[in-house]
């Protein structure tokens, strides 16, 4: 991607923009208000979410304490669908609040309807909605804003197809779109259920369009490209999410040079570790591996146990969970990786109904070896009476 704005011929020949004065931007996107966080319990739920509204409050704090010229907002700030009555009066009042202007470009989950945060809560003259379909001006000192709204859930198109601007100064987009080479590497959505891009672009459009910078939402991981900033999300939805995006300050130099520092706005963590159990002989071995991976850790904790223990090891969740450290807020056991060790040249002799069993899934030509294996580990637990019967899941 960057290779491509480096090659792409004629990027470099106009001339950098002289500014009179320096200009500072704060920019988040992708905070996702109301997500519920349905994979978790529901006090666990309401804290995450109430972790979310305290990034907006902290991303206002940080446009406060660096004196930012505006607080870009990428879209995505809150889900349509869940949006509440609390959460859009919380929006006014956080964004009210800001000491500084407030440029707010909506996009595929707090799309512009009629019936939007963004149309219908009560915001003061420094927050502005971008609420057209194609990019439209709005100055902040020497430096000129371009913003536009997604109009729908999907379907969105490109925002710089057939854009070109002439203008003096510094000129920065701010939308929420896919960059065309990161949508093949980037789960676009935290749902996962949809591979649509949302108002495809390519990188080089950026340049060419007589852009200096772009501000984007909408992918979770963060990215500093040349031409344009992706802020990420700036607290995980989900675990595996990368959570590495947060506020970024954007400090534009006095002959357009742009400066990006990264600030940190989420107060609890959410680790994805992965424990090989191997050779561990008993459970109780396995929750002192448990207890010694995790006693440092706080927040929220995905345990995925790895590796191959034998079929006598009972592994009960609320044991593992048990052993967790005390400051970890909540945790999860993922076994999705773990195998137990099946001896089923002994198991699919025996004149039994275990042996029957196994020779059944062993001979049923209509399953692939992943589910074979789960059928076998799952069953010969129940047959044994064990309790632990989702080490298949
Ligand atoms: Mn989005």
């Known amino acids: 991607m960057q290779q491509d704005e480096r090659s792409a011929p004629g990027l470099d020949d106009s001339p950098p923009p002289q500014l009179e004065d320096e200009a500072t931007f704060v920019a988040l996107g992708d905070v996702h208000l109301d997500t519920p966080f349905a994979w978790a319990p529901e006090a666990v739920s309401r804290m995450r979410r109430n972790d979310l509204r305290d990034v907006l409050s902290a991303a206002v704090a940080v446009a406060a304490e660096v004196q930012a010229d505006a607080l870009l907002l990428a879209g995505d700030i809150y889900e349509h669908e869940r949006v509440t009555p609390d959460t859009a009066r919380f929006i006014a009042r956080v964004l009210n609040g800001c000491e500084t202007q407030v440029l707010v470009s909506p996009g595929n989950h707090d799309w512009l309807a009629a019936s939007s945060v963004w149309a219908t809560a009560a915001f003061e003259d420094h927050v502005h909605i971008f609420d057209g379909r194609e990019l439209e001006p709005f100055d902040v000192g020497p430096t000129t804003v371009w913003g536009a709204a997604h109009h729908q859930p999907s379907g969105t198109g490109n925002f710089l197809d ?13 939308f929420h779109g896919s960059e065309k080479a990161g949508f093949s590497i980037e789960e676009p959505e935290h749902s996962g259920s949809s591979k649509q891009p949302h108002a495809p672009f390519e990188a080089r459009q950026i340049p060419n369009a007589g852009l200096d910078h772009a501000v984007v939402g909408h992918f979770h991981r963060r990215r500093e490209a040349i031409h344009h900033t992706y802020p990420g999300n700036p607290a995980p939805l989900a675990f595996g999410e990368p959570g590495d995006g947060g506020a970024v300050v954007l ?18 963590s959410m680790h994805d570790i992965e424990i090989d159990v191997s050779g561990c002989l008993d459970a109780s071995a396995i929750r002192d591996v448990v207890a010694a991976r995790t006693g440092h850790l706080e927040g929220l904790i995905r345990l995925n146990l790895t590796g191959e223990v034998e079929q ?20 999860v056991v993922r076994r999705s990786k773990l195998r137990q060790a099946l001896d089923l040249t002994t198991l699919r002799g025996e004149a039994s109904v ?28 129940a047959l044994d009476g064990r309790r632990d019967l989702d080490v298949a899941s």
């Open 162 to 174: 057939g854009f070109h601007i002439d203008r003096h100064g510094f000129n920065l987009a701010l």
């Open 251 to 268: 400090h534009i130099d006095a002959v357009g040079g742009i400066d990006r520092q990264w600030r940190d706005l989420s107060q609890r």
């Open 312 to 331: 006598s090891i009972e592994l009960v969740d609320s044991d593992l969970l048990s052993a967790v450290g005390a400051s970890v807020d909540h945790a």
């Open 354 to 381: 275990r042996g029957q069993f196994v020779r059944a899934v062993l001979e049923d030509p209509t399953i692939d070896d992943e589910t074979r294996y789960a059928v076998l580990a799952t069953g010969l637990r």
